[in-house]
């Protein structure tokens, strides 16, 4: 006779116990992590921006799909510490174009927004400008 110990035990999932029965009892777990979702997995799918505190553009040339969060954080009493239980925010998928990321999301049957990136305005710069004599903000101490 084999002893399984205790803690090695599965929690119940959603489903039917053939157990009882040709049809089996259906039943539905009461825990919150157990719960469909169904179109609450909403998607976007975005080009990310260049990071403000470095000049290269890394990291700016793939499509982003990640999941908007079901929930807002919750901060621990104890620590004071934010934490969610939403483990899709943990996921981010990246793919060359658009349109690769576009036929995931549809092949997964994942409702999804599409963001655009908005094209930084160039701007005409010269060295001689730091020179100018009108210059709004003297150039030298």
Known sequence: MHCRPAWSRGVAQPGSASALGAEGRVF???RPDHFETGDDMR???YKPAKNAMQSGKARTKMW???FEPE???EIDPLMGWTSSTDMRQQVQLEFDTAD???AYAKGHNIPFDVFEPLKAAPKAKSYAD???FDRKVPWSH
């Open 43 to 45: 998607a976007r799918i």
């Open 130 to 132: 730091n020179f100018r």
């Open 100 to 102: 690769e990321a576009i």
């Open 28 to 30: 539905e777990s009461r």
């Open 71 to 73: 929930r807002a954080r």
């Open 64 to 66: 982003v799909l990640e």
